[in-house]
T-cell receptor
């Protein structure tokens, strides 16, 4: 159980175009989803936290107009990189958390396999 | 503010020997601690967690970690390393009321045959 999928697993796009990445919780309802960015040989950097049906909370320094996050249902969140540039090339990872609070499982996150974005 | 430190960029160990990957944390309140492993071009796989209870936590693939409150540490250990354990390991922390995890910088474990 607790499987999270991401689509696509890799994408190459031209500079100036937009790219949408999907994150799905396959066998549980994810009230909260997280989007991370990982540069080569570096740690995960939290970009934003989203709750189903509400606006995402972005971390400091992350452009909300460039990285659009939608969490329209309890099993799907999308990250759209708008007007992508080569510096947006990175490995994007989502995670999902079930429940809102309380108990040990409330803090456990399940990660997707990641999406490698290359902007040419 | 919370933070996680993984002081070693890389740990090298011979197959069959015990391994330790270090992690220290700083958080206000009671910490919830996690270890994840990442293989190349893959997402993170959960290994184990400490929320409350016994300080020694056992997880997947024979890994364990000991929560030490006085030293604010949560080192990952395994009695006998396998070549297949070679990967990137991340320690992470959160606390009551915060939903997101804060990750350490990662430690690359290399197990030599």
């Amino acid at each position: 159980g607790a499987v999270v999928s991401q689509h696509p697993s890799w994408v190459i796009c031209k500079s100036g175009t937009s790219v949408k990445i999907e994150c799905r919780s396959l066998d549980f309802q994810a009230t909260t989803m997280f989007w991370y960015r990982q540069f080569p040989k570096q740690s995960l950097m939290l970009m934003a936290t989203s709750n189903e049906g509400s606006k995402a909370t972005y971390e400091q320094g992350v452009e909300k107009d460039k990285f659009l996050i939608n969490h329209a249902s309890l099993t799907l969140s999308t990250l759209t990189v708008t007007s992508a540039h080569p510096e947006d090339s990175s490995f994007y990872i989502c995670s999902a958390r079930s429940g809102t609070s309380g108990g040990s499982r409330g803090y456990e996150q399940y990660f997707g396999p990641g999406t490698r974005l290359t902007v040419t | 503010a919370q933070s996680v430190a993984q002081p070693e960029d890389q740990v090298n160990v011979a197959e069959g020997n015990p391994l330790t990957v270090k992690c220290t944390y700083s958080v206000s309140g009671n910490p919830y601690l996690f270890w994840y492993v990442q293989y190349p071009n893959r997402g993170l796989q959960f290994l184990l967690k400490y929320i409350t209870g016994d300080n020694l936590v056992k997880g997947s693939y024979g890994f364990e970690a000991e929560f030490n409150k006085s030293q604010t540490s949560f080192h990952l250990k395994k009695p006998s390393a396998l070549v297949s354990d070679s990967a990137l390991y991340f320690c992470a922390v959160t606390y009551t009321g915060r939903r997101a995890l804060t990750f350490g910088s990662g430690t690359r474990l290399q197990v030599q045959p």
